[in-house]
Nanobody
Framework: QVHLVESGGGLVQSGGSLKLSCAASRSIFTINAMGWYRQAPGKERELVAGFTSGSKTNYGDSVKGRFTISRDNTKNTVYLQMNNLKPEDTAVYYC????????????????WGQGTLVTVSS
């Protein structure tokens, strides 16, 4: 089980910056993958940025060059630095963690935070 708590959302003007945090309830060394997703009203949830096994990162096409995912292993926290924000970045941002089931190595378990709202005004 992994409990995730996001923070850092808010209202910002277009072109501004925000930094989101996601604190995990256990060592992120024990988590196979972590990342950020977002969901705008009327749209499907989409990947924003993530760490995969081996510390490799991947980004959604719409945020490449503007957003950066990072982590602090000592704090069990993953961050999302968002720069040059645009109104279309407005969404609820969710932290996600994926682990391999201890009882069934073929099964992936996914956990989600409660979400944090980011609103970008034009």
């Amino acid at each position: 089980q992994v409990h995730l708590v996001e923070s850092g959302g808010g209202l910002v003007q277009s072109g501004g910056s925000l930094k989101l945090s996601c604190a995990a309830s256990r060592s992120i060394f024990t988590i196979n993958a972590m990342g950020w997703y977002r969901q705008a009203p009327g749209k499907e949830r989409e990947l924003v940025a993530g760490f995969t096994s081996g510390s490799k990162t991947n980004y959604g096409d719409s945020v490449k060059g503007r957003f950066t995912i990072s982590r602090d292993n000592t704090k069990n926290t993953v961050y999302l630095q968002m720069n040059n924000l645009k109104p279309e970045d407005t969404a609820v941002y969710y932290c996600n963690a994926a682990t391999i089931s201890a009882s069934d190595p073929k099964r992936t378990l996914e956990f989600w935070g409660q979400g944090t709202l980011v609103t970008v005004s034009s």
